[in-house]
């Protein structure tokens, strides 16, 4: 299955901790030595400073060392592409078993992005240091590398006023092999439950939208693979079954859903409720991806697709008259042909040229046979007009800004701007003036229920059924809030008020949303996104949401041009995370 790839928006380091244990069997008096390296992996990110005070690891009591440490300020990325530097390293007398390594840092970290240099503040990290749980016995080892990953993704925190915070997300994993070093929960959990078995190989892999912790063991000669969720806890396991064994609903599934397809390296999922999915790679005619079934042949998700790049077609300036050739080379002397299609603009079809220059520069133009009628340029959503967006907001409360938006500028002088928008229901195209008024809205694309909605389990039917009896299902999908995957379930009671129901991956409740407009999101929450996230607009629809004990926070879903962030607020406007 795929291989986790970690890919960060603000920077990731990884400490490599080389641990040398030189015990002779001749001797009872051999002191194992232990180094500490530090190296980091590419980031997007000019400086990432890190103060190091010392590093201590500590045994199976009480017991702790702290090693020689060349304290200082580290600039992370000077050790990038596999350069290392050593940072610490002393000899170990009284442990015998390392169960705990601590990095302890002090106040002076920041992080310098587009030439400004931030704070980066991590707490506890100057007091108690930063905790890797180890479980390695120096008995009969010569030589042990370990690499300590920090998780950027799920550790940075950007408070969206210009600080950072870093809540370590970490993991150990062994650097010769890549293995994960398994903490002592999910060693227990294998050692209760799975006690003949031997552990074959761990890996990270991703499921659906989830990173997970795959542990293969054999027991009686049996291969099964475990899978864990970043608190430690089992959620489901799996074992490799032939694809000739998949029951008839998931064969006819692939034989529909996907072209001339071959089903290799499948796996018959068994989650902790009971129920079966299949996890496979698909490889078809156009692509290649991971699909998850149900066990009656429903799309949970489909992920990892590669699409096959298409042949391009040259473009010939004998499939333009001599009119629109007059026209390109009167205004445009040296571009190049780049391509042509037809386009549906407000009900007319329309020829659309796209040329270049010598750089590389692309003008897009548009023409009603022979006669020129526009231009049009891909702008950043930070630059519509909020007279546009307002008029747009007023006809379509429920939208949702897709990635594309123009201003078209027309023959006679006029600014208009055809923007995507996405509702519940609907893909449309809308074209609106400079006032905001709706010129016309074509292309209408209806949703169609391609399958890939999940198929919801007994215990949730049997919640919405004793809750909401009066409600109907809209839809469901999985959505990612804040470091979760969750169960998203959208209701409709009395034909008008529509709600969602999220439930974690344990089928369990964990709470309701009302959805309001951008202008009934109350005032001392408009303040906080004002004063913190002023370069973001609410994008579509947002969400009230009310847990199991009652609390009242807001998710919200904003756009800074084409950037799309979800802020989650409590009821005062604090902050609790974006993602």
Known sequence: MTKLKFTFSIFCFIAAISIYSCREEASSTSIPEVNIYLTDAPVDAEEVNV????I???????DEIELGTISGIYNLLDFQNDIDTLIASGNV????????????????NSIKIGGVLYPLTIPSGSESGLKLKVNLDLDDLNLVNLLIDFDACASVVETGNGSYHLKPVLKLKNKDNNEVNLSSTILDFISANYPNAEIEDTDLVMYCMDNLTQVEIKEDGNKTFLYFDANDQMIMSSVKIESSDLNTDVLNTIATSFVNAEAKDVHEVTLLNGDLNYWMEIKSDDKESEVIFDATGGIICEFNIEEEEEEEEEE??????????????????????????DFNFCGDQLIHVEIKDSDGNKVNLFFNQDDFVMTSEEIEYSD????????????YPDYELEDDAYVLNTSSGNSQYLLEVETETQKLKVVLDENGSIICEFDIE??????????????VLDYINGNYPDAEIEKSSFVVFCLDTLLSVKMEEMDTIDFILYFDQMDNFVMSSDLINKNDVPENIDAEVELNYSEYNYNG??????????????????RDGNEEMELHLDAQGGFICSF
Request: charged fraction near 25%.
């Open 51 to 54: 103060e190091i005070l010392s």
């Open 541 to 558: 629809r947002q969400e009230v949401l009310t847990d199991l004990n009652g609390n009242i926070s807001y998710w919200l879903h904003m």
């Open 56 to 62: 201590v690891i500590k045994g199976e009591e009480t």
């Open 384 to 395: 519509i007009p909020m007279s546009v967006t307002d008029g747009l907001g007023s006809s």
């Open 93 to 108: 007398t009284s442990i015998e078993q390392i169960k705990e390594v601590r990095m302890i840092l002090g106040t002076e």
């Open 446 to 459: 209806e949703k169609e229920d391609n399958g890939n909605d999940p198929t919801l389990s007994q215990s």
């Open 316 to 341: 010939d300036w004998d499939d333009l008259s001599q009119a629109v050739i007059d026209y390109i080379q009167s205004n445009y002397p040296g571009y190049e042909l780049d391509d042509i299609d």
